[in-house]
């Protein structure tokens, strides 16, 4: 690019916007400047914009790999509309004919075509990559770049051959995109498309509009949530449960107590669905009662909650899910309905899936129950899941914040820990870390002779729940991390070198218990 260029100014004459959001300018400066870039930024954020506006102002065709084809379509055609241009975005996937897909080709080797949509898929075709080799390829952009992650939340293997092809087609600079920026995922995502080097621009996931609450899923559970909706009339929400039957029921339990709900998941036939959801978009019903099939792309700014009847799968999830709450910036509830005993439902669904994804599956699943039970501020442990770091003492929009729990000081115990990590040597998971703490004599801890260990046995005057907390809440405070390579090995960090050698105050909450609450529902 030799021509200066006024970025504000061609903003508006494509999109018709005043400003660029967030980092949008600084994103597009480093692709125009011929740079990978790396872009994390939560859904609605605008990262579509990041690179539809530089395909429009680079020669050639930006190629944008993404995985969903109807989401595709859309984009191309609001694309269509911004140009006047014929032919200025096209996709090509599996929906396309041979007819459609030479007129796609046509308008790419004329240069008309700014943008060219392609599932990866269709990418790891060889007609299709032959076809690229001659193209103008402007730059590559990775759309929902955590497909790539078997950490995310759709993995697909596709996704790990993109760079492979990109480099047989002709290396161009690679923008990658995700709203998914737990440091695992991130870390995966540049390694797998070789861009460890490249600019990252993260913005906060932070949702100050949002309150997070956790309540104990007893037996009354549904007169809670018939109660609470009562109390705000007139509201929008949605409520997520895990199955179908599950969505069917509760939508049928709320009509009969007067409340307009209705249900929807995949399970249904898709004309109902779609009434459903219109009625719910149209404000014709104020509930709606929904599987995870519920939601995506779906834009109601006006959510005043949203409930989690049973805990979600993952803390991303449950991020996605309460993030449809308060889309305009007004007030968004997120309560969750929680139970132990629902944690053992869920790695149910999962037997039958190959070993690795099932491990993942329950790390990710823990991750969930450790927030749920937590005391300590929900904003704050969830934006740590983001690997963000949150330093208010009090968010003062959560359950936890609101009433908070007694600290205990825990210095001595933290010690301990710390210890017990590092004469392990940093090779082992949290509940390994607590085992030798208690000195148990499991088949594993023998096997490797720990209990011979000066650490063994060094915490046997605390419960095992004491412990989980103090290892909990060391890695907020950056005391210890997770091995990123080898999820879930605790290592010491350097402030955790620095505590053990000058130990300064540590204080920590005790997490919930939600033992007791178990016991009360009964066995269906
Ligand atoms: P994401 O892909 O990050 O979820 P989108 O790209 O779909 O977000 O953008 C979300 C919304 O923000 C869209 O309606 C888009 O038109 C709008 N948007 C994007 N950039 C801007 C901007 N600079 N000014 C105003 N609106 C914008
Ligand atoms: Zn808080």
Same mark, same amino acid.
């Given at each position: 690019?030799?021509?200066?260029?006024?970025?504000?100014?061609?903003?508006?004459?494509?999109?018709?916007?005043?400003?660029?959001?967030?980092?949008?300018?600084?994103?597009?400066?480093?692709?125009?400047?011929?740079?990978?870039?790396?872009? /994390?930024?939560? =859904?609605?954020?605008? $990262?579509?914009?990041?690179?539809?506006?530089?395909? #429009?102002?680079?020669?050639?065709? @930006? +190629?944008?790999?993404?995985?969903?084809?109807?989401?595709?379509?859309?984009?191309?055609?609001?694309?269509?509309?911004?140009?006047?241009?014929?032919?200025?975005?096209?996709?090509?996937?599996?929906?396309?004919?041979?007819?459609?897909?030479?007129?796609?080709?046509?308008?790419?080797?004329?240069?008309?075509?700014?943008?060219?949509?392609?599932?990866?898929?269709?990418?790891?075709?060889?007609?299709?990559?032959?076809?690229?080799?001659?193209?103008?390829?402007?730059?590559?952009?990775?759309?929902?770049?955590?497909?790539?992650?078997?950490?995310?939340?759709?993995?697909?293997?596709?996704?790990?051959?993109?760079?492979?092809?990109?480099?047989?087609?002709?290396?161009?600079?690679?923008?990658? /995109?995700?709203? =998914?920026?737990?440091? $695992?995922?991130?870390?995966?995502?540049?390694?797998? #498309?070789?861009?460890?080097?490249? @600019? +990252?621009?993260?913005?906060?996931?932070?949702?100050?509009?949002?309150?997070?609450?956790?309540?104990?899923?007893?037996?009354?559970?549904?007169?809670?949530?018939?109660?609470?909706?009562?109390?705000?009339?007139?509201?929008?929400?949605?409520?997520?449960?895990?199955?179908?039957?599950?969505?069917?029921?509760?939508?049928?339990?709320?009509?009969?107590?007067?409340?307009?709900?209705?249900?929807?998941?995949?399970?249904?036939?898709?004309?109902?669905?779609?009434?459903?959801?219109?009625?719910?978009?149209?404000?014709?019903?104020?509930?709606?009662?929904?599987?995870?099939?519920?939601?995506?792309?779906?834009?109601?700014?006006?959510?005043?909650?949203?409930?989690?009847?049973?805990?979600?799968?993952?803390?991303?999830?449950?991020?996605?899910?309460?993030?449809?709450?308060?889309?305009?910036?007004?007030?968004?509830?997120?309560?969750?309905?929680?139970?132990?005993?629902?944690?053992?439902?869920?790695?149910?669904?999962?037997?039958?899936?190959?070993?690795?994804?099932?491990?993942?599956?329950?790390?990710?699943?823990?991750?969930?129950?450790?927030?749920?039970?937590?005391?300590?501020?929900?904003?704050?442990?969830?934006?740590?899941?983001?690997?963000?770091?949150?330093?208010?003492?009090?968010?003062?929009?959560?359950?936890?914040?609101?009433?908070?729990?007694?600290?205990?000081?825990?210095?001595?115990?933290?010690?301990?820990?710390?210890?017990?990590?590092?004469?392990?040597?940093?090779?082992?998971?949290?509940?390994?870390?607590?085992?030798?703490?208690?000195?148990?004599?499991?088949?594993?801890?023998?096997?490797?002779?720990?209990?011979?260990?000066?650490?063994?046995?060094?915490?046997?005057?605390?419960?095992?729940?004491?412990?989980?907390?103090?290892?909990?809440?060391?890695?907020?405070?950056?005391?210890?991390?997770?091995?990123?390579?080898?999820?879930?090995?605790?290592?010491?960090?350097?402030?955790?070198?620095?505590?053990?050698?000058?130990?300064?105050?540590?204080?920590?909450?005790?997490?919930?218990?939600?033992?007791?609450?178990?016991?009360?529902?009964?066995?269906?």
């Amino acid at each position: 690019m030799t021509k200066e260029i006024n970025l504000t100014e061609e903003l508006k004459k494509y999109f018709g916007f005043d400003t660029f959001k967030g980092n949008q300018k600084a994103i597009i400066e480093n692709l125009l400047a011929g740079k990978d870039t790396f872009v /994390l930024m939560p =859904t609605g954020g605008g $990262k579509s914009l990041c690179y539809q506006l530089p395909s #429009l102002l680079l020669d050639g065709t @930006a +190629v944008v790999i993404s995985p969903l084809i109807a989401l595709m379509k859309n984009q191309v055609d609001a694309m269509r509309n911004f140009s006047e241009e014929d032919g200025v975005a096209h996709f090509i996937n599996s929906s396309l004919n041979k007819s459609a897909i030479d007129q796609v080709k046509t308008d790419i080797l004329s240069g008309k075509t700014k943008l060219l949509y392609v599932a990866p898929e269709s990418l790891t075709k060889e007609e299709n990559i032959e076809f690229l080799k001659q193209a103008k390829i402007s730059f590559y952009a990775v759309d929902e770049a955590h497909c790539i992650s078997e950490w995310g939340h759709d993995f697909r293997p596709e996704y790990r051959r993109i760079r492979p092809i990109i480099n047989e087609i002709g290396s161009h600079p690679l923008i990658a /995109l995700t709203a =998914t920026a737990t440091p $695992k995922v991130q870390h995966d995502i540049q390694k797998n #498309l070789g861009m460890t080097d490249s @600019a +990252v621009f993260k913005s906060s996931f932070n949702r100050p509009n949002l309150y997070y609450e956790v309540r104990p899923k007893t037996q009354n559970v549904d007169k809670d949530i018939i109660r609470y909706i009562k109390n705000q009339p007139g509201k929008s929400g949605i409520i997520y449960c895990l199955s179908r039957k599950k969505v069917e029921e509760l939508a049928e339990t709320l009509k009969v107590n007067g409340i307009n709900a209705l249900p929807y998941h995949a399970g249904m036939d898709s004309a109902t669905r779609t009434q459903n959801q219109d009625a719910f978009l149209l404000e014709k019903v104020d509930v709606i009662v929904a599987t995870i099939a519920f939601g995506m792309g779906i834009d109601k700014p006006d959510v005043r909650y949203v409930i989690h009847y049973d805990i979600p799968k993952s803390l991303e999830g449950y991020y996605q899910e309460t993030g449809r709450a308060g889309r305009d910036g007004g007030e968004g509830q997120c309560i969750t309905f929680y139970m132990n005993k629902d944690l053992q439902k869920l790695e149910k669904f999962m037997q039958g899936k190959p070993i690795a994804e099932q491990e993942i599956g329950k790390q990710l699943l823990l991750e969930t129950a450790a927030y749920a039970e937590s005391s300590v501020c929900r904003r704050k442990l969830l934006l740590h899941y983001f690997g963000e770091e949150y330093n208010e003492e009090n968010c003062g929009n959560c359950d936890n914040c609101l009433n908070p729990k007694k600290q205990v000081e825990a210095q001595d115990l933290l010690c301990a820990v710390i210890e017990t990590v590092v004469a392990l040597k940093e090779k082992f998971k949290a509940d390994h870390v607590i085992d030798v703490l208690l000195g148990k004599e499991t088949t594993e801890v023998l096997s490797y002779h720990q209990d011979e260990l000066e650490v063994f046995g060094c915490g046997q005057g605390e419960e095992e729940k004491t412990w989980n907390a103090v290892i909990r809440q060391a890695l907020i405070a950056g005391y210890l991390d997770k091995d990123i390579e080898n999820y879930g090995l605790l290592k010491v960090t350097k402030a955790g070198l620095a505590f053990l050698k000058k130990p300064v105050s540590f204080k920590i909450v005790e997490d919930n218990d939600f033992e007791e609450i178990e016991e009360e529902v009964p066995m269906k």
